[in-house]
Nanobody, 125 residues
Framework: QVQLVESGGGLVQAGGSLRLSCAAS????????MGWFRQAPGKGREFVGV????????YYADSVKGRFTISRDNAKNTVYLQMNSLKPEDTAVYYC??????????????????WGQGTQVTVSS
């Protein structure tokens, strides 16, 4: 069982930056691929990015590529999402996710076994 707790959300002006953190419980954190999804009001959950257990592979949605960076610290059981050049359309609840296996479908919600409760990110124009 893995429990995920996000932090670092808040209100920021367009063009600003935020760093989200996700603290994971469990001794097997380092074996999981970790990712982020987001959900804007009235919309479905959208893939943001994912990082492999070894941090050797990352993959991002086109909408955030070049602006967002995922990293992880396995010693601290923590994954991060650095968000730069934020836009109003980035406003959403951001969810940390964990997957036992890396597949060819890491952009889909069904690939992930555990979800955090989410943290709100609001970008004002």
């Amino acid at each position: 069982q893995v429990q995920l707790v996000e932090s670092g959300g808040g209100l920021v002006q367009a063009g600003g930056s935020l760093r989200l953190s996700c603290a994971a419980s469990g001794r097997t954190f380092s074996s999981y691929s970790m990712g982020w999804f987001r959900q804007a009001p009235g919309k479905g959950r959208e893939f943001v990015g994912v990082i492999s257990w070894s941090a050797t592979t990352t993959y991002y949605a086109d909408s955030v590529k070049g602006r967002f960076t995922i990293s992880r610290d396995n010693a601290k059981n923590t994954v991060y999402l650095q968000m730069n050049s934020l836009k109003p359309e980035d406003t959403a609840v951001y969810y940390c996710v964990a997957a036992k296996f890396w597949t060819s479908h890491m952009t889909t919600t069904t690939s992930y076994n555990y979800w955090g409760q989410g943290t709100q990110v609001t970008v004002s124009s």
